[in-house]
């Protein structure tokens, strides 16, 4: 699934200059008709099936007594399903994977981070520009986009997400995603993994494409399954790798606050008596954190975007334990875990101060509750 962007158009020479209005013409739409937008994907040409749905039914997660009741808050703004965690953790939930699909539409335009035609739209960052762009200097006979909102925004999601629909994107068009801004700079560590994944992306801010193929590839189904763990053995071809107890990855103050006041003691604690790693994404370059993370049995650490260095090359058996703060319990890493058969367990922490204190014994109690 190797990019050849040969086998499409690349932009135009020249760099034809084209003048549209289209983000103008939506911002007065919703300023003075305050109706919703229609999303580009409802208006394609042709859309279809790339990978089958299925039904798949979860394991239950490892964890001790009493630590739900500690749950006072979860993330509800992006990861499905918004309810309380318990019964996503308590297990045997029948799931409904969707399919994966594609959308093909024609004569779209790329503006600052998001996609018109007519009065169809559908947004590749969080903001709109105050003083969007008329000009536009690229044309592109045909394109696929796999960055999304979410993948802007996050680093975790963009490379546990965007990146797996890479793979798609490669087959359809010349692949695409937004140039980085002063709104949305690029990730710092994103070159280091694009390069040893062999992603050659055309970073755009705008442009105007005659056809263009956009994705539904949010559903944990076999499909993307098989490219996750296609990307995790690329990166683990990089490195030589051994199987070992585990890795703690620290989260520090980075990111959205999650401020575990004894991170460094729960590190060391592991370290010592476990024989895990401890690797601080902040200080270490990529190939070091790879290096790091490849062998692991465990994967450890404040639930956050940075347990995704050590989930990416986590094998199947493996287990994930995160650290959660009672105020911002999230599940996504046991969706991960329960599509790729590894395991997943949590600790709920103790409000302290502006952040939260986990109890050590209990990590103990609970990695012996895993199969690690």
């Known amino acids: 699934m190797g990019s050849d962007i040969s086998k499409f158009s690349a932009p135009s020479a020249g760099k034809r200059h084209k003048w549209t209005l289209a983000a103008y013409k939506y911002m007065a739409r919703k300023r003075l008709a305050r109706n919703s937008s229609i999303d580009l994907k409802s208006i394609a040409s042709k859309s279809w099936d790339i990978a089958p749905g299925e039904t798949t039914v979860s394991p239950p997660a490892f964890y001790l007594p009493n630590q739900l009741e ?3 808050g979860w993330e509800a703004k992006r990861f499905y399903p918004y309810v309380h965690p318990a019964r996503t953790m308590e297990g045997g939930l029948s799931v409904a994977q969707g399919p994966t699909r594609g959308y093909l ?19 590749l960052s969080l903001k ?25 925004s996050w680093f975790g999601t963009w490379l546990m997400e965007d990146c797996v629909t890479y793979a798609l994107a490669c087959n359809e068009g010349v692949p695409v995603t937004t140039a980085p801004s002063a709104r949305y700079p690029l990730f710092t560590q994103a070159p280091a993994y694009e390069d040893w994944l062999g992603m050659k992306p055309l970073r755009l801010r705008s442009a105007f494409f005659r056809e263009l193929v956009l994705f539904d590839d949010q559903s944990n189904n076999q499909s993307r399954h098989l490219r996750y763990r296609a990307m995790g053995e690329k990166l683990l071809s990089h490195v030589p790798h051994e199987p070992h107890p585990g890795v703690f990855i620290l989260r520090g103050g980075d990111g959205d606050l999650r401020f575990l006041r004894n991170e460094m003691a729960v590190a060391e604690h592991l370290r010592t008596h476990r024989g895990f790693r401890i690797v601080d994404p902040l200080k270490t370059d990529v190939p070091s954190i790879i290096a790091a993370c490849a062998g692991a049995r465990v994967v450890a650490g404040v639930e956050g975007s940075q347990l995704v260095h050590g989930v990416n090359v986590l094998q199947a058996g493996g287990s994930v334990l995160t650290l959660q703060p009672p105020n911002r319990f999230v599940s996504y890493y046991k969706y991960l875990t329960d599509r790729d058969q590894q395991h997943f367990g949590f600790v709920v922490g103790m409000p302290e101060g502006d952040g939260f204190r986990i109890d050590i014994d209990e990590v103990e109690r609970t990695l012996d509750l895993m199969p690690v």
């Open 70 to 72: 500690r749950v006072t």
């Open 105 to 123: 539409i024609k004569d779209v335009w790329l503006v600052d981070g998001a996609l018109y035609k007519g009065k169809a739209s559908h947004w």
């Open 128 to 152: 709109p520009s105050t003083f969007p762009r008329v000009v536009v200097e690229h044309e592109i006979e045909r394109a696929a986009i796999y960055c999304t909102q979410n993948g802007n």
